[in-house]
């Protein structure tokens, strides 16, 4: 009877391990930590696909009677950008806006090392912000839309 006793806590406690074990390795697989911020900072690499992927697209055909309109902005002949995004990088920080609709988003944002964000407004609206916070300053980057483009303005404030 007592083997029979030390041989089930033996197994439960093999399964309880086996069970934490394997929840440990599926949220390692996700690319999340069992602890800490759900949301992870975008690297170098990502930004710089993410900014790869947008693309211009070839534009619709006009009529035979309509004359030739340049909707390129100067930058590709011929093609119409898909949506304009920017990415906008600083020593607190970096972030990613689109246009779209008139409207402004933020699509991605990662403070730098020593800061953190503060407050953010993601948008879609007029404008989106976000601060991005030290122990020693701060910095707020706006963006609003002008000609389909996103315009930061950024401002400086030391704590």
């Given at each position: 009877m007592h083997s029979r006793l030390v041989l089930a806590v033996a197994g439960w406690l093999l399964a309880a391990a086996l069970a934490i074990g394997?929840?440990?390795?599926?949220?390692?697989?996700?690319?999340?930590?069992?602890?800490?911020?759900?949301?992870?900072p975008m690297t170098a690499e990502e930004i710089r696909l993410a900014l790869a992927r947008d693309t211009p697209?070839?534009?619709?055909?006009?009529?035979?009677?309509a004359a030739p309109?340049?909707?390129?902005?100067?930058?590709?002949?011929?093609?119409?950008?898909?949506?304009?995004?920017?990415l906008v990088?600083?020593?607190?920080?970096?972030?990613?806006?689109?246009?779209?609709?008139?409207?402004?988003?933020?699509?991605?944002w990662?403070?730098?090392q020593g800061f953190e964000v503060d407050d953010v407004d993601p948008g879609p609206?007029?404008?989106?912000?976000?601060k991005f916070e030290s122990d020693e300053s701060g910095l707020e980057i706006e963006v609003r839309c002008a000609g389909g483009m996103p315009?930061?303005?950024?401002?400086?404030?030391?704590?």
């Open positions: 394997t929840g440990i390795a599926v949220l390692g697989l996700l690319g999340r930590p069992l602890t800490g911020p759900a949301e992870r697209v070839p534009p619709s055909p006009a009529p035979a009677d309109v340049d909707v390129s902005g100067g930058e590709t002949p011929g093609a119409v950008p898909a949506t304009g995004r920017r990088s600083t020593g607190a920080g970096s972030l990613i806006a689109r246009c779209e609709g008139g409207l402004v988003r933020l699509q991605s990662t403070p730098a609206d007029d404008r989106a912000r976000v315009v930061p303005r950024i401002s400086r404030h030391d704590d």
